[in-house]
């Protein structure tokens, strides 16, 4: 039996993703809401807006009707920005069986409700989720370099059915029950590495990256503990493993976004450099706000500091001299043992 698979967003993660699964011989058909997107893909095979320099496999189809791209599907890839993901899930009410696997592919956190995106589907009544997260440039699975991702589920057969459909030479994936650790992973770096791309918009060195690189995963993994995820996975793909490539890569949009701040433009302006959803903004924005209106008391300081440097147009300078010289601590908290000393 010939199965459909619906893909809706057409930007540059959607786009790769729906051309992997139809080099993988699925039958895949894309959701744009710009119809010059969808003649482009149907008639010329190409994404013209996002990737007008690659030719999409021809098992690819787009359309412009979501209800309708929704009909006969047998699983939905979601992959518009976080704050988008509301509106796209009213849409799907009474078109999508709530046993249908929905692939959330999105990183953030919502600004109002602080939910991630699988929670939010979850609540939209589609109870089948499975999270695809991990170091992964769209840019680069056009280019079909060797790529490796995380599929997790709370339902391990959905888990297993979302590695099986992606799986290929280029595009490895492994599975994970751990579903709020991975998408928790993927949402946090992007704030991280807008603090990256500051820091190198400042000019500053490797030493700085390396440092919020490794202190950045300190502060993720106490948000990430607070929500009950486990820590392992933050040390996995969707942890270390995005937070490194998306601090260091010239494809990152954070850090390319958190460059130009760094070199004093405004928000305005760097976003519109990047031209593409920069997700680390709002999720500063939400876990900034989620820990002052619950009166939490995490230790989240370069989190609050990107917030401060957004929002209160804080000078960058200060904020990195306030971080370096906040009282003195403990490498690892959590293994402060003064038997481990030699006193
Ligand atoms: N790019 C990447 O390498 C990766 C991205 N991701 C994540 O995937 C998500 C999407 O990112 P990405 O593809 O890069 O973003 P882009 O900015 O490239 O594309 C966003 C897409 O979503 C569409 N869109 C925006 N709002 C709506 C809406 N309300 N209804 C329908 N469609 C909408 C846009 O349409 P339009 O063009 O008309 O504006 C566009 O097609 C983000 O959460 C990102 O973190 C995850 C892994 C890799
Ligand atoms: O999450 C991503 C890659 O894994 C995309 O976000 P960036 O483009 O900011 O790195």
């Not at 849409?91 to 919502?110: E, L, R």
């Not at 401060?308 to 043992?337: C, N």
Request: hydrophobic share 40%; charged share 25%.
């Amino acid at each position: 039996m010939s199965s459909k698979i619906t893909v809706i967003g057409a930007g540059s993660w959607g786009t790769a993703l729906a051309n992997l699964l139809a080099e993988n011989g699925e039958e895949v058909q894309i959701y744009a809401r710009d119809q010059k997107v969808v003649n482009s893909i149907n008639l010329e095979q190409k994404n013209s807006k996002y990737f007008p320099e690659y030719r999409l496999n021809s098992k690819l189809t787009a359309i412009n009707d979501l209800n309708q791209s929704l009909r006969d599907s047998d699983l939905i890839v979601i992959s518009v920005p976080t704050q988008a993901l509301t509106g796209v899930l009213s849409q799907m009410d009474g078109f999508v069986d709530s046993d249908t696997i929905i692939v959330s592919t999105a990183k953030g956190i919502d600004e109002n409700t602080f939910k991630t995106n699988s929670q939010m589907i979850k609540e939209a009544g589609f109870e089948n989720v499975v999270v695809l997260s991990g170091p992964t440039h769209a840019e680069e699975v056009m280019e079909k370099l060797p790529t490796a991702i995380v599929s997790a589920a709370d339902n391990k057969e959905s888990a297993e059915k979302v590695q099986d459909l992606f799986m290929s030479k280029y595009f490895r994936v492994y599975t994970n029950p751990d579903i709020k650790g991975v998408e928790l992973g993927g949402a946090l770096k992007n704030v991280i590495a807008v603090a990256s791309g500051i820091c190198d918009g400042l000019d500053f060195g490797d030493n700085t990256r390396a440092a919020l690189i490794t202190r950045g995963l300190n502060e993720m993994s106490r948000f990430v503990d607070f929500h009950g995820a486990s820590d392992l996975t933050l040390s996995g793909l969707s942890g270390m493993g995005d937070l490194v490539v998306t601090c260091t890569s010239m494809h990152s949009r954070n850090r390319r976004f958190g460059i130009e701040i760094g070199r004093g433009k405004s928000m305005s302006e760097a976003k519109q450099v990047v031209n593409q959803v920069v997700e680390g903004v709002k999720t500063a924005r939400a876990i900034y706000k989620w820990l002052d209106l619950e009166d939490i008391d995490l230790e989240m300081p370069i989190t609050r500091q990107v917030y401060q440097v957004l929002f209160d147009k804080k000078d960058p300078y200060q904020a990195v001299e306030e971080l370096m010289l906040r009282s003195k601590k403990h490498e690892m908290e959590s293994i402060v043992d003064n038997s481990l000393w030699n006193i």
